[in-house]
Structure formats: C-alpha cells, structure tokens
C-alpha cells in the first residue's frame, strides 16, 4: 500500500510538471518560426522523455540552458519601460532599455513578440521596433491601441519603470545595399512600422543608391505618425513621401 501511495504521488509529481498547452489566444498568428506551440511541442518531448526515464535532472537542465542577454526567440526577456509618447489619440510610440547600453541588433524588418496578460488570459502579438537595429541602449515600438483589443488594454496600462517581455527576432526583409533600383513602400497606419529601418538602412548609407518611394495612409494630417523622422528623410535625394488622407 505504502508503495502504491508513492507510485501515485510520484506520478502526480510528474504531471504536475507537465508543460501547459499554450491557449490560441497565446499565438500571434504571423507564423513565427518557432511558435508557441513548435516550443509547447518541444518542450513536451522534452518531459516525455525525462519522464520514461524517472530523470528530473533532465528538465533543471533544459531550463538552465543559457539564453541571450538580451533576445531569445524561444524564451521572453524581460526588457525596462524608459519612455511612453503618444502620438496620437490611439497611438503611442514606446522606448525599452537595452542593458550595456548595446544595440538590439535586428536586420531590416525583423519583428519581435510581445506577452501581456489581461484577466488571466495570456496573449500575445507581433510588433517591428521602428529604431534602426544598432541603436544603442534601447528600442522603440510603434502601438496603435484599439477600444476593443485585448493587448491594447495591456499597452494603456504601461508607465515608465514598468517590465515588459518580449522574444524573437523572426522575419526580416532580406535587403542589400543597391539590390534595387527602387523601393516601393506602401503602408497604413502602424503598418508603416516595418518600413522605418529598412528606409534609415539606406539612407544612413552614403554608397546605397536606391531610389525610394514612400506612401503612407492615415485617417487625417493630425493622425500621421512620426511626422518630423518622415520630413526629415524627405530631404535626402532619393526619398520620396506621400500622404493620402481618408479625411480631409
């Protein structure tokens, strides 16, 4: 009997430690490579197999395999709020330290996940930082905050101080200097986001000589994000912006 007892609280032991099935509501729908539930798999098989073999070593060690400092595509890291701007009334552009004031190193249109808890539901969302990748000591993302949206109630809830995690890098847009003769950028709202580093790519580049066309879609003139970034980068010889406003 004793040893029934053991065998069964041994077991429940087990299972206790059994990775959770991620909620769909925990996948962002971009087709990130790996998703959370390439890691839910991943990291099931791992407990599979310590499990046959009655070896929890096994698991402290696949949780003390080291990550970056500072990104990881398989597990969050935490990262520091240092700014919170509005830009307009649903829109905010938010600034994230980077420790060792180091770049975070992305390639031109790279996006990262977020993860936000809102009553007890964990979600989670893609965002393209709109800093240039090796800007040091820190990263800024583009939010656009809908009244009805579940991550959007977590971004109205950050202040400075707070902490917020992130993981990734995936995608990217696979762009060489003078690949092209000309880019053309079309983009809505925060979807202008992807487009900012693969434009400061060029233009910070004195040999690249693409010529780019920009077109960016907004409800009104007040509602154009980065209004100043974007005038700026109209005075280089070959940039080109246009605003086409829904509203007049």
């Given at each position: 009997m004793e040893e029934e007892k053991e065998e069964d609280g041994d077991e429940e032991a087990w299972l206790q430690l059994r990775p959770a099935e991620p909620l769909p509501a925990q996948c962002c729908g971009s087709g990130c490579k790996p998703c959370v539930f390439d890691i839910y798999c991943q990291e099931l098989a791992w407990w599979e197999k310590a499990w046959a073999k009655k070896d929890k070593s096994l698991l402290r060690r696949k949780k003390e395999e080291p990550h970056s400092a500072k990104l990881s595509p398989e597990a969050f890291q935490a990262f520091s709020i240092s700014a919170v701007e509005p830009l307009t009334d649903d829109t905010r552009q938010v600034r994230f330290d980077l420790p060792g004031n180091e770049p975070l190193g992305l390639r031109p249109g790279q996006h990262l996940i977020l993860r936000g808890t809102v009553d007890g539901l964990e979600i989670q969302r893609a965002y393209t930082p709109i800093s240039h990748g090796n800007s040091e000591g820190y990263f800024e993302v583009l939010i656009k905050c809908y009244e009805t949206g579940l991550m959007s109630q977590y971004v109205k809830s950050w202040k400075v101080g707070d902490t917020v995690f992130w993981r990734g890098p995936f995608g990217g847009f696979p762009y060489r200097p003078n690949q092209y003769g000309e880019l053309l950028m079309l983009a809505a709202g925060?979807?202008?986001?992807?487009?900012?580093?693969?434009?400061?790519?060029?233009t910070d580049n004195?040999?690249?000589?693409?010529?780019?066309?920009?077109?960016?879609?907004?409800?009104?003139?007040?509602?154009?994000?980065?209004?100043?970034?974007?005038?700026?980068?109209?005075?280089?010889?070959?940039?080109?912006?246009?605003?086409?406003?829904?509203?007049v």
């Open positions: 925060t979807g202008l986001a992807p487009m900012l580093p693969i434009l400061k790519e060029i004195e040999e690249d000589e693409t010529f780019v066309t920009l077109v960016s879609c907004f409800k009104s003139f007040k509602d154009i994000y980065l209004k100043p970034f974007l005038q700026d980068q109209a005075r280089y010889w070959n940039v080109r912006t246009f605003f086409v406003l829904s509203q």
